[in-house]
């Protein structure tokens, strides 16, 4: 069964889309945790960070080099953001297919909280 993201990627879904390419879609989150949360998802169906194989390097890299030009698109480069990836439940993911977390535009406070 499609995970939500493919369903998003295959226009199943209606999303705001702030990027897209032949390697990655990118777009906000509906539970934004922060003024700007944007999801960077691979075009490739990853499950999680544990599937990423070797020939994937190019790609992982390409997610990290859009989320900094969405960054500084949206204004969040200079004052910081961050870049989250979760993996699987421990990790907080809830989605499997892997995407990355572009938040900014206010102090995030600590990373874990206990």
Do not use: W
């Not at 390419?21 to 490739?44: G, M, N, S, W």
């Not at 499950?47 to 204004?75: Q, W």
């Amino acid at each position: 069964m499609p995970t939500l993201f493919e369903r998003i990627l295959n226009k199943e879904i209606p999303a705001t889309i702030v990027h897209q390419d032949e390697r990655v879609t990118a777009f906000r989150d509906i539970q934004p945790r922060a003024p700007v949360h944007i999801l960077v998802v691979p075009t490739k169906p990853i499950p999680t960070a544990n599937d990423i194989e070797d020939g994937d390097e190019a790609l992982i890299g390409h997610m990290f080099t859009v989320a900094r030009d969405l960054a500084r698109r949206e204004g969040i480069a200079e004052d910081g953001y961050r870049l989250i990836i979760n993996c699987n439940k421990h990790g907080g993911q809830e989605v499997y297919h892997l995407h990355l977390h572009l938040l900014g535009g206010k102090p995030l406070g600590p990373m874990v909280s206990a």
